[in-house]
């Protein structure tokens, strides 16, 4: 069973930063995609930023310029560097992975999410 676990979360001003690292129970080179997610209020889960198996990273237009999706092969994480935030960054933040069954279909799992609260 894959398990991922975000920390990194917080209450922060509007102009300020936080990392969110998210550990995987896998390796996570094993994975097809790894990304964050966020829900705020009311709203929507919606794309933050994804990575892909090659490294090759995605950033939604809102996240382009102030965040940046990373990983750590040894540390076996994937983080996001979240600068100069705003206060419509608030939400819940949510790990993603998509893996690769033997058969070749891919499965989507969630972390429990962590929260980010940026006040103005």
């Known amino acids: 069973q894959v398990q991922l676990v975000e920390s990194g979360g917080g209450l922060v001003q509007a102009g300020g930063s936080l990392r969110l690292s998210c550990a995987a129970s896998r390796p996570i080179t094993n994975f097809k995609t790894m990304g964050w997610y966020r829900q705020a209020p009311g709203q929507q889960r919606e794309l933050v930023a994804t990575i892909e198996s090659g490294g090759s990273t995605n950033h939604a237009q809102s996240a382009m310029g102030r965040f940046t999706i990373s990983r750590d092969i040894v540390q076996n994480t994937v983080d996001l560097q979240m600068n100069d935030l705003k206060s419509e960054d608030t939400g819940v933040y949510y790990c993603?992975?998509?893996?690769?069954?033997?058969?070749?279909?891919?499965?989507?799992?969630w972390g429990q999410g962590t929260q980010v609260t940026v006040s103005l």
């Open positions: 993603y992975a998509l893996f690769t069954l033997v058969d070749g279909s891919t499965r989507p799992r």
